[in-house]
């Protein structure tokens, strides 16, 4: 088998089954924000939760991070994904007696509703970092853009499937997608047990281990992350130029459900929409390994970016359809499996396995800063009418992130073992 093949593992191909339930999960994200929009009656403010929802996650990642490199990562998941469980289906019982009782938009569902999603979006942001740091355990770093590759073409695939099904069961009964979502967070805590592979952090011993254990070394470990990051070039400016590009990406989709939502368009086709995104990931995890194999990580980063920037203009500037806007979100994703795979697999490689948990989570929490945004300036373009100012603007705005890229000669040179 190939070796750079992660799936040649059979520890691994155990995690990815069970991963497979949180991204099953996940694809569901379409009936959160519909309920929002639902329950507050206001794109505008409906964008506000979203972007401190978000905000929420971020914070939560950077916990999740520090205690991914402390502590036990099995036990960290377990406990996460239980809450994440426990508010699904808080969620679910919320939104079917508000179907029932025939409740409308009013601050006191709103409120509830919001209380609910910030509590699974806590515990989703705890969990993320040591889904990312247990991969150190599993593969090895040539694999890294291969296990990216598939991980996306799995998420893209239940995406085209996710986003109109979860529209779907939301127009029939609102609880529906999160019933969904329950019983996927469920599957993962069965089949987490059955992987028998310590997931780590490595073992400290004695009184050092003790000593991690205080809750002040979750942030002050941060400063070991933070010394790595900045003693590698071509890190440090992936890391600044992350949430330029990541905010023209998550400001185009979230723009793309508001302002159908806000023309009157039904949830069903919104989904169709969002699953061409979903369409262009599983094209781009097909090309992904002869790119990644053949082509440096910062070339494959550069060019594959400038693209996007050039995709994400013209997906602003369509008219409100379903088929033309589809058809150009799957060419706006074909290039993100590639350079997901270079850069993280850069990443991967010149990180230790026990400070995966912090680099990860800083990563996440820079490139996430820009989905805390997103929603909130697509929410108020969508009601002030100021689309085709909100697409060139943040686009403009991708391109400087491009440039910073481009113009760096670390970035140009990152490469992958065994690249040309």
């Known amino acids: ?43 505008a403010v409906a964008g506000v939760v979203a972007g401190c929802l978000t905000a929420l996650e971020l914070v939560a990642g950077i916990v999740g991070g520090g205690l991914g490199d402390l502590r036990s990562r099995r036990r960290l998941l377990h406990r996460a994904v239980l809450v994440l ?31 609910l999603t910030a509590v699974a979006a806590s515990a989703s942001g705890v969990s993320d970092p040591a889904l990312d740091g247990s991969l150190k355990t599993l593969i090895t770093p040539t694999e890294y853009p291969r296990a990216v590759g598939a991980a996306h073409a799995r998420s893209a695939t239940l995406s085209i499937v996710g986003s109109p099904t979860s529209g779907a069961l939301y ?33 400290v011993p004695g009184a050092d281990a003790r000593k991690r254990m205080l809750p002040r070394q979750i942030i ?58 979903a369409v262009g990931g599983i094209v781009g995890s097909a090309i992904a390994p002869v790119i990644t194999d053949h082509v440096p990580a910062g070339w494959t980063a550069i060019l594959g970016l400038g693209f996007m920037v050039v995709a994400f203009g013209s997906f602003f500037a369509l008219p409100h359809t379903p088929v033309p806007m ?63 100012a909100l697409g060139s603007s943040v686009c403009l705005v991708g391109l400087l992130g491009v440039l910073l890229l481009a113009t760096s000669r670390a970035v140009r040179t990152m490469r992958l073992e065994g690249n040309p």
Do not use: K
């Open 220 to 277: 002050t470990g941060y400063r070991e992350s933070l010394r790595h990051l900045a003693g590698e070039a071509a890190l440090l400016r992936v890391l600044i130029s992350a949430p330029l590009v990541n905010l023209m990406v998550f400001t185009a989709t979230t723009w793309a459900v508001f302002s159908l939502r806000a023309d009157g368009m039904p949830a069903f086709q919104i989904g169709l929409v969002m699953a061409g995104f």
């Open 326 to 388: 589809f058809l150009m979100a799957v060419v706006c994703m074909v290039p993100s499996p590639a350079l997901n795979g270079g850069l993280f697999g850069y990443v991967f490689a010149r990180t230790e396995p026990g400070m995966q948990g912090r680099v990860l989570a800083t990563f996440g929490l820079v490139g996430g800063l820009a989905s805390v945004v997103a929603p909130v300036l697509s929410g108020a373009a969508v009601s002030a009418g100021l689309s085709t």
């Open 1 to 43: 088998m190939n070796s750079r093949n992660p799936f040649r593992h059979p520890s691994y191909r155990r995690w990815f089954g069970a991963t497979t339930f949180l991204t099953v999960s996940s694809s569901t994200t379409l009936a959160v924000s519909l309920a929002v929009i639902d329950a507050t009656g206001n794109v």
């Open 85 to 115: 469980c426990a508010a699904d289906v808080a969620l679910a019982a919320l939104l079917v007696a508000v179907t029932l009782a025939g409740v409308g938009p009013s601050w006191g569902f709103a409120v509830v509703l919001v209380a």
């Open 171 to 203: 127009g029939v009964l609102p609880a529906l997608p999160f019933v969904l979502r329950c019983v996927c967070d469920a599957g993962f805590l069965l089949c987490l047990r059955a992987i028998t592979v310590d997931l780590g952090p490595p073992p």
